[in-house]
């Protein structure tokens, strides 16, 4: 691939350069910059620098280091958009993010496709370099412990993992579980029978494995057992064999329940647990599971934790913030419960 020439001219101010990126292939350089250059602009927003397109040109000025990875993310992009890729306006973003934490690394491999290949509905790919090393972590471990906040895909890239080792025959059958903990409504109250009364519970695995593979083939695998989602509650008693297992809000088992699944796992088969601390719907006096097992497990050969942060919120970017803003509620009540708490002391 012929890459992009590069002029280097510097600016008036030492602190400050200017360069151009010369591109060799029009239409491609079209893509790169979105529609209405909102890529470009999405480039300018992210890193505090202009950025302006003139036929197969780009010309970047701002700060030196913030005008070296402008550079660096658009010549990449424009690489990964020549290999047969689209680059949409979230990819802009998350690859400014990327090179940002880490100038060397290879977005290429980052974007590696994780499903297509093997029959999938759709493309599924990292985001960023926290869903990559995910990905790798599920590989490289038979037990593999995701925490971090909604909207970081750390279910549905356990999902899609799972689904192409099935499809890959490296496993015979997937169990998707969860628990069904009662968050504000109780279960014998809900109508019809127990499976209907669970059935709201495992939708949101539903919904992930209805948007990899056809609906049909969903019902013919589930018919066959060959997929399978189920309470946790069921999972008790049985030696799970030849399998890809997800334990999904796994925030919500007892230290019991967790023991009890992590046990169930058997030969030839890999485990894959997922949840978000901050969202723990036991009673107050319980300890989360899932906040034990990390606590127990970390460091036990087999076992690999990933801990995801809501920089690697791949959702709407409302969502970063609004996770913001509840951790800054949270922190600033706890602080103020610990200084009501010594107010109250020296009243005693």
């Known amino acids: 691939m012929k890459q992009p020439s590069l002029e280097w001219t510097l600016g008036e101010a030492a602190t400050s350069i200017r360069h151009v990126l010369t591109f060799d292939d029009n239409l491609t350089a079209a893509e790169l910059y979105g529609d209405g250059e909102r890529n470009l602009r999405t480039v300018s927003r992210e890193l505090g620098v202009e950025a302006h397109a003139r036929g197969n040109e780009v010309r970047l000025s701002g700060p ?4 070296e990875i402008a550079r660096n993310v658009l010549q990449q992009l424009y690489g990964v958009i020549q290999s047969g890729r689209r ?8 690859a400014v993010s990327m090179v940002n934490q880490k100038p060397d690394v290879k977005l290429d491999d980052v974007y590696q496709d994780v499903l297509s290949h093997v029959g999938a509905r759709r493309m599924i790919r990292a985001k960023n370099l926290s869903q990559r090393s995910y990905i790798e972590l599920i590989r490289q471990h038979d037990v593999a412990i995701a925490v971090g906040p909604a909207g970081t895909g750390k279910t549905y890239l356990a999902m ?18 969860r628990p069904a903990v009662e968050a504000g409504e109780r279960l014998g109250f809900l109508p019809g029978d127990l499976t209907d009364k669970v059935d709201p519970y495992m939708r949101p695995l539903y919904d992930a494995l209805h ?12 018919e066959r057992g060959v997929i399978e989602v189920a309470p ?11 399998a890809f297992v997800i334990l999904d809000e796994a925030q919500n088992t007892t230290g019991e329940q967790m023991k009890m699944f992590l046990t169930r796992l058997g030969f030839g088969s890999k485990a894959v647990i997922t949840g978000d601390v ?27 934790v990933m801990r995801f942060s809501r920089r690697d919120v791949v959702r709407h970017p409302l969502v970063q913030s609004i996770i913001e803003a509840y951790e800054s509620r949270g922190t600033a009540s706890r602080h103020h419960q610990a200084g009501k708490g010594k107010e109250d002391s020296r009243e005693a």
């Open 64 to 67: 030196e280091a913030s005008v």
């Open 278 to 304: 901050t969202q723990v719907d036991l009673p107050a006096a319980t300890e989360s599971g899932l906040v034990e097992a990390q606590r127990v497990l970390t460091g036990v050969e087999g076992i690999g």
């Open 232 to 242: 946790l509650a069921f999972m008790r008693g049985r030696t799970l064999n030849d």
């Open 211 to 222: 948007d990899m593979m056809d609906f049909e083939r969903v019902q013919r695998l589930t």
């Open 160 to 177: 899609a993992m799972a689904i192409a080792a099935l499809n890959q025959k490296e496993v015979s059958r997937v169990i998707l579980t």
């Open 87 to 94: 680059v949409h306006q979230r990819d802009v973003r998350s």
